[in-house]
């Protein structure tokens, strides 16, 4: 029998689909840990975790993460229990040491970047790009709509609509990208509001306005490196300041269905502390 607290899930990518399942796990009694690129490149930085590395601690919603100089520093952070370690680890090296139970991959590209269904008994993938049964045992369906959170054990996430989420009808209208090569200044942060046509961030001295009036959901750090094109960051017309600093209802879903992967596989050998 294991104890569930003896559990540990390892996460790639701490952008915020993949911190809301990071959030959940660690409220439950499992062991979590991030691992995360030098320079992560995510959005929603305040439900993000990946901003433990701009930052050394970061916390979402009552619950802390805090960077990890190296694989015995997560350990320490692990065995402490108050925090989830996020260590620096693009190429996954980490995986061989910590020997977690479960893996997943939440990086969101949309394509598998290297995970392979060896490296922990339950690998788990996040929407489209892999396969259940083949280089993941499941794939957890991240595209709003009715399967959303659904855990798939054959096949496929469905593929990306490339459509953002829609919010009060928009869609398109509410992403900032960037409108060439550059490095990104920002000059309205997350958490501010906008009006339509008021600039939110430069890149090469090009403005970026916004296209409607809401409140700035998701931006990229300054002084990020960002090609033309790229989407970096969004706007939320409902302009309610508590959605940029809570986990999304996207995201607590993925998590609901992580969670049932986990318990489902392994429901017979878990039991729970007294």
């Not at 260590?87 to 590209?109: C, F, G, R, T, Y």
């Not at 690998?123 to 396969?131: C, D």
């Amino acid at each position: 029998m294991i104890k569930l607290r003896d559990i540990l899930v390892v996460i790639k990518g701490g952008g915020d689909l993949g911190s809301g399942v990071a959030h959940r796990l660690f409220r439950c009694g499992f062991k979590v840990c991030i691992l995360e690129k030098e320079k992560p490149t995510v959005e929603r930085r305040m439900v993000s975790y990946a901003s433990a590395i701009f930052f050394g601690e970061f916390e979402v919603e009552g619950v802390k993460a805090k960077k990890a100089k190296d694989v015995d520093e997560v350990i320490k952070i692990l065995e402490s229990g108050d925090a989830i370690p996020v260590l620096i680890d693009p190429q996954w090296n980490s995986l061989k040491k910590l020997k977690p139970m479960v893996v997943v991959d939440a990086i969101m590209a949309k394509r598998n970047l290297g995970t392979r269904i060896d490296e922990a008994p339950l690998v788990i993938g996040l929407g489209p790009g892999f396969r259940a049964g083949e280089d993941v045992h499941i794939v957890v369906e991240t595209l709003r709509g009715h399967n959303l959170g659904k855990v798939i054990e054959s096949g496929c996430a469905e593929k990306d609509t490339g459509e953002p989420e829609s919010i009060m009808g928009y869609t398109f209208e509410r992403i900032l990208y960037s409108p060439s090569d550059g490095v990104l200044k920002i000059v309205k942060d997350i958490g501010e509001l906008v009006q339509e046509g008021e600039t939110v961030c430069m890149v090469n001295g090009l403005n970026v306005p916004a296209k409607l009036s809401g409140i700035v959901r998701g931006l990229l750090m300054n002084g990020t490196k960002v090609k033309r094109g790229q989407k970096i960051g969004e706007i939320d017309p409902r302009g309610k300041r508590e959605y940029v600093y809570t986990i999304s209802d996207r995201a607590r879903a993925v998590a609901g269905g992580v969670l049932e992967a986990i318990l489902s596989k392994f429901r017979d050998e878990i039991y729970l502390d007294p």
